[in-house]
């Protein structure tokens, strides 16, 4: 016989009716977004201005300690900054971690296997959780900062500095100076342990040596002093050695201090270069991701660089993603926005995810598994993404189409025809030739009917295309919908539909400008 189901509690059906919440969990997460995700284009505005508020409140602290400062800078410098900061801190610790998704998880394994909720031990877990980061080094700081600035606490007056200690959260480049520093931690903690056992070892000698013989030396934090100092090639020389065994031990000690000097420099001189690449990339990512559309190109080949002849000329707003360094590199020296990463991988797709862009993604890599894999990755991403794929035989379009490919482009077989008519229709081939290489004896053109177009409202033959000297091939409505080949002249124009035109580049021109039509691409 099964279990009945126990009705939950308040306090359970609250945080069931939060998670629950469309309203909860769309401010939560812009508020994640806001504060949390450096691809935000919100939130470089947001550090600018806690990064003014730490500046100017503690240049503020350090003038009144020989001056008075009027009233309204020390109501700035103590309630404003700091009840700016205070609301950032709850911020950060509502959304450290979720309460309601715990609870519901547990509701509904509960449910699933029928049994009693264990809700109390999860909630308590997740109340504990969210207490634990008070602790975190980050709310400390970012309560020292707060508390500080109050005259009734005088005495936290000295920590004052963690204002300053709060950039490292919203200055970027110290941030990714410390993430250099964790990135090689390794290496400079051994480094750490090597210099202290060194400087250890040293001391002790010297102490040995000339622990009675050398006026300066009267205590072994002396020889540890004289030690560290020479180590670090510093050499105050407040303690020299007056034996031979101490200037044996000084040779030893300062080849040694040497060497992991030179240790210590290549380890950040490496570690630095390759975060720079990284930062480099990352504010290539940004820039194209802020653009209203862009495309990413998944690989520089031989069809890639022939469509960028072209497309470079219309519009700067692509990235070009590519494996192969080498690749990478070429097309940085074409003069490309390139990045040198796996394309077919779902993460490397959604960096450049922007839920306000028209994104399309062109798959031209010379594998048809890769283009498979980031036509698969590209819609798992968004179902909004644009997938144009290149394929390289027709018996994979169905493939493609089943990966989620909205276009599928077959370059062999469009070389092979037109190779075909170069030789059989030659003067056919020209013609073509001219359209698809936008020479000025034959352009062909997509018009978009926007709102404010003067062709909004009238027929195919009011327009008079032949007046203009412009062939009129048919048009689609929307970019979804289905292309009708030279409809009939008494079809009415409408917003969003899409023509083409074919024509001298000059009368095209010409036809736009009077028919208040902006470019389209």
């Not at 189409?401 to 059989?424: F, K, T």
């Not at 013609?431 to 004896?441: G, H, R, S, T, W």
Request: positive net charge; contains cysteine.
């Amino acid at each position: 016989m099964a279990k009945k189901e126990t009705k939950p509690g308040f306090i359970v059906s609250f945080f069931l009716y939060l998670a629950n919440s469309k309203k909860y969990n769309n401010f939560k997460n812009e508020a994640r977004e806001l504060l949390h995700n450096p691809l935000n284009r919100y939130k470089r505005y947001i550090d600018y201005i806690l990064i003014f508020l730490i500046v100017t409140s503690v240049a503020i602290f350090i003038y009144e300690v020989d001056y008075k400062v009027p009233d309204w800078l020390e109501f700035y410098a103590v309630y404003i900054t700091s009840g700016i900061f205070a609301i950032e801190y709850l911020f950060n610790f509502w959304l450290y971690n979720d309460i309601r998704k715990e609870v519901e998880r547990e509701y509904n394994d509960s449910v699933l296997v029928g049994r009693k909720g264990k809700f109390a031990k999860v909630i308590f877990g997740a109340v504990f959780k969210k207490i634990s980061y008070i602790f975190t080094p980050v709310a400390i700081i970012d309560f020292l900062a707060i508390v500080s600035a109050y005259k009734t606490l005088r005495v936290l007056k000295i920590f004052v500095m963690f204002r300053f200690l709060k950039l490292l959260k919203h200055a970027r480049s110290i941030h990714n100076f410390l993430e250099v520093l964790s990135d090689r931690k390794f290496e400079l903690i051994t480094l750490l342990i090597l210099l202290i056992f060194v400087v250890f070892v040293g001391g002790i000698s010297m102490y040995i040596a000339e622990g009675n013989k050398n006026d300066n030396i009267n205590d072994l934090f002396d020889a540890l002093y004289w030690s560290f100092i020479t180590i670090t090639t510093v050499g105050y020389g407040d303690i020299s050695p007056v034996t031979t065994p101490g200037k044996i031990i000084s040779f030893v000690i300062i080849i040694l201090g040497i060497v992991m000097i030179s240790f210590a420099t290549s380890v950040l001189v490496s570690a630095f270069s390759e975060k720079l690449n990284e930062l480099k990339e990352e504010r290539i990512a940004e820039h194209i991701s802020e653009n209203n559309s862009f495309l990413i190109i998944c690989g520089y080949g031989q069809i890639a660089r022939i469509f960028l002849q072209q497309y470079a000329k219309i519009s700067n707003k692509y990235i070009i993603l590519d494996v192969d360094k080498n690749r990478v590199a070429q097309a940085i020296n074409d003069g490309h926005n390139a990045i040198a990463d796996d394309p077919s991988r779902f993460v490397v797709l959604n960096r450049f995810y922007n839920k306000n862009s028209k994104i399309t993604v062109l798959a031209l890599t010379g594998s048809d598994v890769e283009n498979i894999y980031i036509s698969l990755n590209a819609k798992a991403v968004s179902k909004d993404i644009e997938v144009i794929a290149r394929a390289s035989s027709h018996k994979l379009y169905n493939k493609y189409m089943r990966a989620g490919a909205d276009r599928i482009i077959l370059p062999n077989e469009i070389a092979s025809s037109m190779m075909v008519a170069s030789i059989v229709r030659p003067v056919m081939y020209k013609a073509i030739n001219a359209i698809l290489n936008y020479k000025d004896v034959a352009n062909m053109s997509e018009i978009f009917v926007s709102r404010n177009c003067k062709i909004i409202g009238k027929s195919i033959e009011e327009v008079g295309f032949a007046q203009y000297k412009i062939v009129f091939f048919g048009l689609q409505n929307g970019i979804n919908g289905e292309f009708k080949f030279c409809p009939k002249k008494d079809y009415v124009l409408k917003e969003n539909d899409i023509l083409v035109i074919l024509g001298h580049k000059m009368s095209i021109k010409y036809f736009k400008s009077i028919n208040n039509i902006g470019s389209y691409i």
